[in-house]
């Protein structure tokens, strides 16, 4: 009881000295003058930006309960602020009380006040994913306001408890409903709790509807859209494309293959012999690939790649559009041997976004339909009514034999291959990378690692792309975090 007088005695005295001070400006100042008998003073206690949901319309954003306490510059409120706040908290309230108006704020408890009035409000766990939405939807659609009537001097009545008013707004959607399935989200963030600077997507195999985004760090920098080095998983477009167009041939890998004046090779100098699409996918035999590529072409090789969507845009959201990376033009490699060439096992001048690469992944694992990556699937109003986001039809690029060709080849990366560590209830399917970045730190290359994969691989369900930035192998840094999301999803 001492210690509530004591701080109770050092605020009022604070709050009498300042309301001298304010009483002696307001008299000798028409500042605070109103031209009607009174008028009022508008404090705002919530301002709700658009609620974003997922798809079984469960709250992304808006999602976590808060209190905000109101505090009028009175005797009584001023004795209960010490059943709500710190002494620290105190002094900062008093502080702002002394400027004679009311103040709201945040509270973490509660507590049976009598004059101090407290509101439960909503506030926003602020993932990688709400923010990277949140640069389009994050327009303010709903204010309340509590009013508290002042006389002709700008000063409060005495006695008045403040009047509460809401407002919604009429030009903007209450919320949007994203195509995010919370649980598939939740089970990637514990997956991949310990990367430190990477990305992962998660998509449904038929639809490319995006049913996770995860980010690390959870800073300004959406990693799942950003571009990077693609490398040996890009080898599973080759395939399809090869496929496609009946060429499977074999090949001897001597460890290197020279195109004019370069020599390639493949990783860590390994010879693997004779090979056939099957065992060098397995083995990643960079020397086949560029050999495979040679026989394609340009043309076709370039014609396979765009139409999965390499180089292009992807509108992630109605109107924000992101670049999918970059491909050598057509031009480029008919050129060049050599670029052709790293193409053919994904390096070069070729970039990727995680998320195109997911969307290329869908097209490549199904039934060979590419569909543009869906985030959005509509609006909500304040009624509860959605309203459908339009897309882009699907488009025809390989047959849905030749899918089901490349499945087989996945999986044999998996069961066979430098997949191994992705394996669950032996049914995945998909495509280690290690790939060059052409940074350098501390005189170490960095490399960016991926995993790209399917499950189950006889009939998707979902593919997964894991990234990884500064990694070490695509097999010990993605594959485990891949493995694990689908023990929890499936």
């Known amino acids: 009881m001492p210690k509530r007088i004591g701080v109770l005695a050092l605020a009022l005295s604070f709050l009498f000295t300042a309301a001298l001070a304010r009483t002696a400006y307001v008299s000798l100042s028409g500042n605070y003058t109103v031209s009607s008998g009174y008028n009022s003073y508008a404090l705002n206690i919530e301002n709700r930006k658009q609620t974003l949901f997922d798809c079984n319309m469960k709250r992304l954003s808006n999602n976590i309960n808060s209190l905000t306490a109101v505090i009028r510059p009175t005797t009584e409120c001023l004795s209960e602020l010490d059943m709500l706040f ?43 994913l709400v923010k990277f939405v949140r640069r389009i939807y994050n327009k303010t659609v709903y204010t309340k306001k509590i009013n508290f009537a002042v006389d002709a ?13 809401e407002e919604y707004s009429d030009t903007q959607p209450a919320g949007v409903v994203l195509t995010i399935d919370s649980d598939i989200q939740n089970a990637v963030e514990e997956a991949a709790k310990y990367m430190k600077k990477g990305a992962v997507a998660v998509m449904d195999a038929e639809s490319a ?48 293959f020279t195109v004019g004046d370069t020599d390639f090779s493949c990783q860590h100098g390994a010879v693997h012999g004779k090979q056939d699409m099957k065992t060098a996918l397995a083995n990643s035999c960079n020397c086949y690939f560029i050999q495979l590529a040679l026989e394609i072409g340009a043309d076709d090789l370039y014609d396979t790649a765009r139409a999965l969507g390499f180089g292009g845009k992807t509108e992630i959201m109605p109107g924000y559009v992101v670049d999918n990376g970059n491909l050598p033009s057509k031009d480029t490699l008919q050129a060049s041997k050599g670029q052709l060439s790293l193409l053919g096992f994904g390096q070069g001048l070729l970039t990727s976004t995680p998320l195109q690469m997911c969307a290329a992944l869908c097209a490549l694992s199904s039934d060979g339909l590419y569909s543009e990556p869906k985030l959005v699937a509509g609006t909500v109003d304040f009624d509860g009514n959605v309203d459908s986001a339009a897309y ?10 030749t899918c089901k060709k490349l499945r087989e080849l996945m999986r044999f990366v998996v069961s066979d291959g430098t997949g191994a560590a992705a394996d669950y209830n032996s049914a995945s399917g998909g495509k280690t990378s290690t790939a060059q970045s052409g940074i350098y730190k501390d005189g170490r290359e960095v490399l960016n690692t991926w995993f790209a994969g399917i499950y189950p691989y006889d009939d998707p369900q979902y593919c997964i792309v894991v990234m990884t930035e500064d990694g070490s192998s695509g097999a010990g840094d993605c594959c485990p975090v891949f493995r694990t999301i689908v023990e929890n999803i499936s």
């Open 392 to 401: 882009s039809p699907s488009s025809r690029i390989l047959k849905p034999s």
């Open 209 to 256: 509807q995006i049913l996770a985004l995860y980010s690390a760090p959870n800073d300004n920098m959406f990693r799942p859209t950003l571009e990077y080095t693609v490398g040996s998983v890009f080898k599973l477009v080759v395939c399809a494309c090869a496929i496609e167009k009946g060429i499977e041939p074999l090949f001897e890998c001597e460890g290197s």
């Open 86 to 128: 710190s002494q620290r908290e105190i002094a900062e309230i008093t502080k702002e009380l002394s400027k004679g108006y009311p103040v709201a704020v945040q509270t973490e408890r509660y507590a049976p006040c009598k004059y101090i009035r407290i509101f439960e409000n909503k506030k926003t766990d602020e993932t990688a």
């Open 153 to 165: 001097k700008s000063r409060l009545l005495e006695g008045n408890a403040g009047e509460i008013t």
